[in-house]
């Protein structure tokens, strides 16, 4: 494994555990040459994945932006890193499983939407606002009436206490 730091190709693997529920290895690295110390994941791949863009372009599965995809919607929420982790892994093998070697990236924003309606209403919101590119405040609302959210009520009427 090369080194990030100095690119010396001699690396030394110092800490190897399970990660992932055993899905990939976790491995803790030291390059003899600069000291650098470094973390790498060895995963399974069972084939290259491609995804077709929208626009009918088609590209490689790209893991890390799957996990980006998760880490933007869940910022500053208080959801534990290793249930994203999980779900990342989960719609990882969900779509290796799946048979299909190209999948249209509406399928993986599926995924990912039902991922964060089961974790964390606000950040599912978030991802479903740029996801399905809401344009107008309706967008929200009608979005808020699916996940059963009590809006408030219009206009000047005084919110009843309890």
């Keep these: 494994m090369r080194c990030p730091f100095c690119q010396s ?3 030394q693997v110092k800490d190897s555990r399970p990660a992932e529920d055993g899905a990939a290895i976790r491995r803790r690295r030291v390059c003899p040459d600069c000291g ?3 973390t790498t994941f060895e995963r399974v791949q069972l084939r290259d994945l491609y995804v077709i863009k929208k626009n009918g372009r088609k ?3 790209d893991r890390d932006k799957l996990a980006r995809s998760f880490e933007v919607a869940l910022r500053k ?3 534990d890193p290793d249930r994203v982790e999980r ?3 989960g719609i990882v093998r969900q779509l290796e499983s799946s048979g299909e070697q190209d999948i249209p990236a509406d399928n993986i924003g599926t995924l990912v939407m039902e991922a964060l309606k089961g974790m964390d209403d606000v950040a599912y919101v978030r991802f479903a606002s740029v996801y399905k590119n809401f344009r107008e405040p309706q967008d929200f609302q009608d979005l808020l009436g699916e996940l059963g959210g009590n809006l408030p009520p219009q206009g000047d009427e005084p919110v009843a206490e309890s």
């Design 9 to 11: 190709l001699d690396t």
């Design 87 to 89: 779900a990342v892994s």
């Design 59 to 61: 590209v490689p599965f």
């Design 36 to 38: 650098g110390r470094f």
């Design 77 to 79: 929420r208080p959801i």
